[in-house]
């Protein structure tokens, strides 16, 4: 059986920098946990949620499936909101997509890859929903490009119809809603100009953002 000495050894070294950085860093950090960001990614592992936005353990609260989708019927998501939103009090969403996202070509190929199908069925839906201006890009990789800013841009919607943050916003809460996208291939995140700070703002600045992406 193998055991995997090398990834307990390099944790041993990251704890000791940390120790040696901050002695009571996880002191700290077994006290209590107060993220003020929620993280809603993608799965994929060239996109460490801490390590782009260089935030240590503890400051940010992170969520993350396979392109970086959020529906209704998926509790778990929908836990983790409700659970940042109401327990842990954060005030800022964060929907990050990549380009060059593989659920987003996956889904977009037309191929069968198994199971993962019924999942990216939420991103072929995007698809649909765009498909005028998307069924003008010959290129496939700008077309994929633009899918990817277009799923969050419907996820960040999809996050502004949940209950807890409809609730918070209801109560005069501060949270605001952010959709981002980062480029593997130069490590740089891009703001997508859709951010939604209350149900009153939320259809008009959908609206405009669309526009804007068409």
Known sequence: MKHLPHLIDANRHWAASMTDRDPDFFKRLADQ????????????????ANEIVGLLPGEIFVHRNVGNVVVHSDL????VIQFAVE???VRDIIVCGHYRCGGVMASLSGARHGLVDNW???????????EPSL?????????????????VIE????VCRVTSVG???????????????????????RDLG?????????????????????
């Open 87 to 89: 327990i842990l009090g």
């Open 33 to 48: 946990q107060k993220p003020q960001y929620l993280w809603i990614g993608c799965s994929d592992s060239r996109v460490p």
């Open 135 to 151: 069924q003008d890009i010959a290129d496939p990789d700008a077309k994929a490009d633009r899918l990817c800013e277009l799923n």
């Open 76 to 79: 778990n998501c929908l836990s």
């Open 194 to 214: 859709f951010c939604v700070d209350g149900s009153e703002t939320f259809q008009a600045e959908y609206a405009r953002v669309i526009k804007s992406r068409h």
């Open 155 to 158: 996820q960040v919607a999809n």
């Open 120 to 130: 990216l069925g939420h991103v072929r839906d995007v698809a649909e929903r765009h």
């Open 167 to 189: 609730d918070r916003w209801a109560a005069g809460g501060q949270l605001t809603i952010h959709g981002w996208i980062y480029d593997i291939r130069d490590g740089l995140l």
